[in-house]
């Protein structure tokens, strides 16, 4: 049994799946399968992984598309291995992320609660030209992390699957992705993780989301409505959980953190110190230093 499966999702984007195989092919560490989930697909992608050794890769041809979700879901319940990690077909990694996330995760002791670990993402934005991908510039993403808390994760999504290696075990006890949610599943599927376990974090730029607007789009950009429509949709669906149960859980908070969190607790902030000029200055101070914070 390999240690690691690594599940990849792709539908009519062979020139960044060409990508994503150099990027597992790379690897400094080698004990792995990679199962594709080709969702629907009708071009052969046969060359694209002529070099890839047979012995490491496993592919899923459905013949109508069935959604991200439930394409990742194929792709581990058809494989076995003691890790696994989502690689969509149009991100990457450093040669070494396979090689540092295994080792953090093979020192823990199996009763350790963390049951996963991430890495610090960079985010690439380009555009396709042609049968060329550009890059037109890179930013990391979520460096300011110094470890995953589950309060922080209600708020929204901190990290994105690329960068996340997990216990494969811990899907027998929270469940698969919920194919019911064409985008943001990762951060549901994130949010039942850290209800149960925790996740380790190595402070390094290992994993990398790239972005694309038009041609070629990734959800990210190209779904900004949709992404709006499920978040509330999530929210409302935890918070109706709580309601039901009579009790102050995770709905709760994920509507609240957010209030806290985000840009428009910051407006609110200053509209706060527009209405008078007679705040007492320490309130003004206490103000300034809950802006920064958030």
């Known amino acids: 049994m390999p240690k690691i499966a690594i599940i990849t999702r792709t539908l009519n984007r062979p020139l960044l799946l060409e990508r994503a195989a150099r990027s597992i092919i790379n690897q400094t560490f080698r ?27 496993f592919m899923i041809r ?31 990694w ?27 993402n960079m985010v690439k934005t380009e555009i396709i030209e042609g049968n060329k991908i550009k890059l037109i510039s890179k930013q990391p993403f979520n460096t300011w992390l110094t470890e995953v808390s589950l309060y922080r994760m209600l708020a929204g999504n901190t990290f994105p699957p690329i960068s996340f290696l997990y216990r494969r075990k811990v899907l027998e006890e929270i469940g698969y992705y919920d194919e019911c949610l064409p985008v ?6 994130n949010i039942r993780f850290l209800m149960k376990y925790d996740i380790g974090l190595i402070p390094e730029v290992l994993a990398y989301t790239h972005q694309r607007a038009g041609f070629l789009t990734n959800t990210d ?10 978040d509330n949709l999530l929210r409302n669906r935890y918070l109706r959980k709580d309601i039901g149960n009579g009790t102050i859980g995770v709905g709760y908070y994920m509507n609240v953190v957010r209030e806290l969190t985000f840009p428009s607790f910051k407006h609110e902030i200053d509209n706060i110190k527009s209405w008078t000029n007679i705040l007492p200055s320490f309130i003004r101070k206490f103000l300034d230093k809950l802006k920064k914070r958030n």
């Open 31 to 57: 004990d792995f399968v990679w199962v594709i989930v080709n969702d629907g697909e009708q071009k052969p992608d046969d060359a694209i992984i002529s070099d890839f050794p047979q012995d490491k890769i």
């Open 62 to 92: 459905n013949s109508q598309p069935v959604g991200m979700e439930a394409a990742a879901n194929m792709g581990l319940k058809a494989s076995k291995s003691e890790y696994v990690i989502i690689h969509d077909d149009d991100d990457s």
């Open 221 to 230: 950009v190209g779904r900004n409505e949709s992404h709006k429509y499920y």
């Open 184 to 189: 943001l599943g990762d951060w549901d599927f």
């Open 94 to 120: 450093h040669p070494e992320f396979l090689e540092k996330t295994t080792s953090y995760l093979d020192k823990l002791s199996p009763s350790n609660i963390q049951k996963g670990v991430i890495t610090h």
